[in-house]
């Protein structure tokens, strides 16, 4: 995997991939992953399920908003977009929404966006997808993406898990760009 112009994402790509022989998408429902690995910190279950749900519908929701052509059922040329919720930090609501209303903290954060950082104490979600051909089963691309919301978002202290929230947002927003890079769509 390579690192990606989003800070924070590694992709891969395959070399031999087509992209103009796809014709639409199949966005499976997320899976929550449950490797050794996975780091949930104490999200809840219930918690990991409803940001999990929140992936699928955030990346359908953008891609729809973007008119790529989605469908529900696999067939030729189609695209199987399966996705993982595989971390979740929490934020540290008092200190991160403290260290960014003050002007010191709001400056600090103005320098953490500019250089493409999260602002300290912020929480973060971290998602896998895979690209998959529908009828080869063949991995055509997949990434590893840490999103946080943009550092000057003071709403993102505000409970310990909207910054994995905005971080989805995020997420499907970036996705949606790359896959306009891809396909030299221009948004």
């Known amino acids: 995997m390579n690192r990606s112009k989003d800070p924070g ?3 891969y790509r395959s070399p031999t991939l087509q992209i103009g022989k796809y014709k639409s998408m199949l966005i499976e429902n997320t899976e929550v992953y449950t490797g050794a690995d996975a780091d949930f910190g104490k999200t809840s279950e219930a918690d990991k399920q409803r940001l999990a749900n929140k992936v699928t519908e955030d990346f359908t929701a953008e891609l729809t908003k973007r008119n790529y052509p989605l469908t529900a059922q696999p067939g030729p040329d ?3 977009l ?3 919720l595989t ?3 929490s934020s540290q609501s008092v200190a991160a929404t403290a260290l960014r209303v ?3 903290g709001l400056g600090l ?3 953490k966006e500019a250089e493409g950082k999260s602002a300290a104490f912020v929480g973060s979600v971290t998602i896998a997808g895979e690209m998959i051909d529908a009828q080869s089963g063949e991995i055509l691309g997949a990434f ?4 946080s919301p943009i550092a000057l978002d003071v709403t993102s202290g505000l409970g310990g898990l909207r910054a994995a929230e905005l971080g989805i947002e995020r997420g499907a927003d970036n996705f949606a760009d790359a896959l306009d890079r891809a396909v030299g769509r221009k948004h």
């Open 9 to 11: 994402t590694l992709v």
């Open 78 to 80: 189609v695209v199987r």
């Open 82 to 84: 399966r996705l993982k």
């Open 87 to 89: 971390g979740v930090q």
């Open 102 to 104: 003050t002007p010191l």
């Open 109 to 111: 954060s103005a320098v």
């Open 144 to 147: 590893v993406a840490t999103e």
